[in-house]
T-cell receptor, first 113, second 115 residues
Framework: GNSVTQMEGPVTLSEEAFLTINCTYTATGYPSLFWYVQYPGEGLQLLLKATKADDKGSNKGFEATYRKETTSFHLEKGSVQVSDSAVYFCALRDGTSYGKLTFGQGTILTVHP | EAGVAQSPRYKIIEKRQSVAFWCNPISGHATLYWYQQILGQGPKLLIQFQNNGVVDDSQLPKDRFSAERLKGVDSTLKIQPAKLEDSAVYLC?????????????FGPGTRLTVL
């Protein structure tokens, strides 16, 4: 079955530091890949997505590239802010018509001033 | 555009009691999902509707959980009787058609505590 593995957290960084959160996946076929973010007290929000190999998703300074050869979709940001403190979830959706989202366990990011 | 609405936001019950959650998806969205998010884990799909038909309920504990989507719009998820391990956040999401690249929009969730 499908699965998503995220790097273990929590991750604590100083403001303006570089961020990488690793995500690898196992899936049949050609899944779409997503990063969702959950800010404190709020619901899940789509951060970015990529639907085919070598696609790069980007939003709010975050980027992730769909690497089929390494089955990875690592999230990066060049300079984090305190407001980026949240829980980040990597997810995939398989190729069936009504494919469900399979989530990783989430990575807690805390950014200090 | 209004987002996905859920109620209640919080619920505390004792084990063996019953509870129901309500979800109103984004207008015009054909696909509706219920996820269970246990503390420290990612959300897990419980059931998926396409209009008012079920397309995936493989991870729904059918002996105690039930869900319906009346007229292909609002949906209700029920637990009867509740167990301690049902303590979690129940998330409702909707998407336009349910295709592979379709974006799912999530509601704020209902936090259930079973004592």
């Amino acid at each position: 079955g499908n699965s998503v593995t995220q790097m273990e957290g929590p991750v604590t960084l100083s403001e303006e530091a570089f961020l990488t959160i690793n995500c690898t996946y196992t899936a049949t076929g050609y899944p779409s890949l997503f990063w969702y973010v959950q800010y404190p007290g709020e619901g899940l929000q789509l951060l970015l997505k990529a639907t085919k190999a070598d696609d790069k998703g980007s939003n709010k300074g975050f980027e992730a590239t769909y690497r089929k050869e390494t089955t990875s979709f690592h999230l990066e940001k060049g300079s984090v802010q305190v407001s980026d403190s949240a829980v980040y979830f990597c997810a995939l959706r398989d190729g069936t018509s009504y494919g469900k989202l399979t989530f990783g366990q989430g990575t807690i990011l805390t950014v200090h001033p | 555009e209004a987002g996905v609405a859920q109620s209640p936001r919080y619920k505390i019950i004792e084990k063996r009691q019953s509870v129901a959650f309500w979800c109103n998806p984004i207008s015009g969205h054909a696909t509706l999902y219920w996820y269970q998010q246990i503390l420290g884990q990612g959300p897990k799909l419980l059931i998926q509707f396409q209009n008012n038909g079920v397309v995936d309920d493989s991870q729904l504990p059918k002996d105690r959980f039930s869900a319906e989507r009346l007229k292909g719009v609002d949906s209700t998820l029920k637990i009867q009787p509740a167990k301690l391990e049902d303590s979690a956040v129940y998330l409702c999401a909707s998407s336009l058609r349910g295709g592979q690249a379709d974006t799912q929009y999530f509601g704020p969730g209902t936090r259930l505590t079973v004592l």
